[in-house]
């Protein structure tokens, strides 16, 4: 594998645990999350905030976490206890975490380069790049089996039944309510976590960075949705895993559009034509079945 596509591999791992605060969002509770613009950047800002700090790398990734989870709490606390439409308090807060981000970022972008952080803890091969990719597996595996291992406790069961069934969950005395405050909170400390792998892996943090990022983790949830369909894979650790697996092949696909020369200037539009097709597909084949 050329190095080209093992730093699109490198980034496939980088923007997986958004992917999977997106599946939590979508497909656990069944909410379209626009915060995930916001505070993918802002745990891109707390990072370039640490580093420029000089606090060390594995102090800045709970941080980064925890201001995710806050923004997540704040879309939860707006939708659920303000009943308003869960899509405009994701708009809501995403809006005013720009701001935030400006003023703790101070300006529009911080280079990073040079500065120590997670991808420079370790040291195995002699290739940086073999390093980083070890580092980023290493965390995404991780990160699989404490999601995998928290959705299969009675709280992360009662998430995936307060999604499928609210009405149920509330008469068995669940509150719904604190579990989707909760539940966000959860998906949002993943995708601040993502912005904290990506500020990183990119050696610098731009305020614009987040824009349009929920349809990278929404293109990765519908193919691992498309390949749970395919191959009977039903279980919660398999569906976390594709996920995964579906945050791999977007960027190889989009790293095989680069590889054969269109213009980056074009990459967002083959971005959005790639999940329309995935979105369509199933659709279009279900539709020509029937017919």
Same mark, same amino acid.
């Given at each position: 594998m050329s190095q080209f596509y093992l730093t699109a591999l490198q980034l496939a791992l980088c923007l997986g645990p958004?992917?999977?605060?997106?599946?939590?969002?979508?497909?656990?509770?069944?909410?379209?999350?626009?915060?995930?613009?916001?505070?993918?950047?802002?745990?891109?800002?707390?990072t370039a905030t640490g580093l420029i700090q000089h606090w060390p790398?594995?102090?800045?990734?709970?941080?980064?976490?925890?201001?995710?989870?806050?923004?997540?709490?704040?879309?939860?606390?707006?939708?659920?206890?303000?009943? %308003?439409?869960? @899509? $405009?308090?994701? =708009? &809501?807060?995403?809006?005013?975490l720009y701001s935030v981000n400006l003023i703790f970022l101070g300006r529009s972008n911080v280079p990073l380069i040079n500065q120590p952080g997670i991808f420079t803890s370790v040291t195995i091969f002699q290739n940086v790049l073999f390093n980083q990719v070890v580092i980023a597996i290493c %965390?995404?595996? @991780? $990160?699989?089996? =404490? &999601?995998?291992?928290?959705?299969?406790?009675?709280?992360?069961?009662?998430?995936?039944?307060?999604?499928?069934?609210?009405?149920?969950?509330?008469?068995?005395?669940?509150?719904?309510d604190m579990v989707k405050i909760l539940g966000l909170a959860i998906a949002n400390a993943l995708t601040g976590l993502s912005g904290y792998l990506v500020a990183q892996y990119q050696n610098f943090t731009d305020i614009n960075m987040g824009i349009g990022i929920v349809i990278t983790g929404l293109g990765s949830v519908l193919i691992a949705d498309a390949l749970k369909t395919w191959m009977h894979l039903t279980s919660i650790g398999w569906q976390i895993v594709l996920v995964i697996v579906g945050s791999i092949l977007f960027q190889m696909v989009l790293a095989g559009t680069l590889a054969m020369g269109i213009d980056p200037n074009w990459l967002k539009?083959?971005?959005?034509?790639?999940?329309?097709?995935?979105?369509?597909?199933?659709?279009?084949?279900?539709a020509l079945q029937k017919s």
């Amino acid at each position: 594998m050329s190095q080209f596509y093992l730093t699109a591999l490198q980034l496939a791992l980088c923007l997986g645990p958004m992917a999977l605060g997106i599946f939590i969002s979508m497909k656990v509770f069944n909410i379209p999350d626009i915060t995930t613009d916001g505070s993918y950047t802002l745990g891109a800002v707390v990072t370039a905030t640490g580093l420029i700090q000089h606090w060390p790398a594995w102090v800045i990734l709970p941080a980064c976490m925890c201001a995710g989870a806050l923004a997540g709490v704040c879309t939860g606390v707006i939708h659920t206890k303000l009943k %308003i439409d869960a @899509l $405009l308090a994701g =708009i &809501l807060v995403m809006t005013g975490l720009y701001s935030v981000n400006l003023i703790f970022l101070g300006r529009s972008n911080v280079p990073l380069i040079n500065q120590p952080g997670i991808f420079t803890s370790v040291t195995i091969f002699q290739n940086v790049l073999f390093n980083q990719v070890v580092i980023a597996i290493c %965390i995404t595996v @991780l $990160l699989m089996m =404490i &999601l995998n291992y928290v959705l299969k406790t009675d709280f992360g069961i009662a998430m995936r039944a307060t999604g499928n069934n609210p009405v149920m969950t509330k008469s068995m005395g669940i509150n719904n309510d604190m579990v989707k405050i909760l539940g966000l909170a959860i998906a949002n400390a993943l995708t601040g976590l993502s912005g904290y792998l990506v500020a990183q892996y990119q050696n610098f943090t731009d305020i614009n960075m987040g824009i349009g990022i929920v349809i990278t983790g929404l293109g990765s949830v519908l193919i691992a949705d498309a390949l749970k369909t395919w191959m009977h894979l039903t279980s919660i650790g398999w569906q976390i895993v594709l996920v995964i697996v579906g945050s791999i092949l977007f960027q190889m696909v989009l790293a095989g559009t680069l590889a054969m020369g269109i213009d980056p200037n074009w990459l967002k539009l083959v971005t959005a034509l790639f999940v329309l097709m995935i979105v369509a597909l199933p659709r279009l084949t279900s539709a020509l079945q029937k017919s």
